[in-house]
């Protein structure tokens, strides 16, 4: 019996030991969504993906589909640095929502997008505020879920993927509203 491959880009939101070698890991993909998938033998010392499949890096993995659940048969990592703490907690609180958030896979490019926007700005920027970025790539997370602000102070930051200065710099200026709209929003989820 013939396997489909399926090749795409995602995110290593978390991962989980499994038996002696296995790791169940949790990925943001681009074409499938939100998709958990074991990897063989991944903590073995001699395995190939062992170091491009950490939590917090960008990859292209090959997937097959299983009968009950999704196998990684391939990874190349796209992007990963070496952070300071604070911007991999920051990483860390962003996954977490994210799979606490998405119910499975459903494909959902506007959110994959903001995920690599933050992504990306964690890793590269160095003058950035976290409490701002944070706040910002939330309400716009939310959004594209479907939770969307009804405060127009804050609806033109929902539509853009970009994360740039002036963004930040209304997100903090707006600090005390961003907050009470985001913690309004999650008491929506039920979470």
């Given at each position: 019996m013939s396997h489909i491959h399926y090749d795409t880009e995602a995110f290593v939101l978390h991962g989980?030991?499994?038996g002696e070698a296995n790791r169940y890991l949790t990925l943001l993909t681009k074409e499938f969504g939100l998709l958990r998938a074991v990897g063989r033998g991944l903590r073995l010392e001699r395995s190939k993906l062992r170091y491009c499949l950490q939590e917090g890096a960008r990859v292209r993995v090959s997937l097959v589909r299983g009968r009950e659940v999704w196998r990684?048969?391939?990874?190349v990592l796209l992007e990963m640095k070496?952070?300071?703490?604070?911007?991999r907690q920051l990483l860390a609180?962003?996954?977490?929502l994210l799979r606490r958030l998405l119910p499975g896979e459903e494909r959902n490019e506007s959110l994959f997008e903001i995920f690599a926007a933050a992504h990306r700005y964690i890793l590269d920027d160095e003058?950035?505020?976290v409490a701002a970025l944070e706040e910002l790539v939330v309400l716009r997370m939310l959004a594209s879920l479907g939770y969307r602000s009804s405060s127009p102070l804050l609806s033109p930051l929902l539509d853009g993927?970009?994360?740039d200065t002036d963004a930040l710099v209304?997100?903090?200026s707006t600090r005390q509203h961003a907050v009470a709209e985001i913690n309004a929003l999650l008491t929506m989820t039920e979470l």
């Open positions: 989980t030991s499994l990684l048969t391939g990874a070496e952070i300071e703490p604070e911007r609180r962003l996954s977490f003058k950035a505020t993927v970009v994360i209304f997100v903090r």
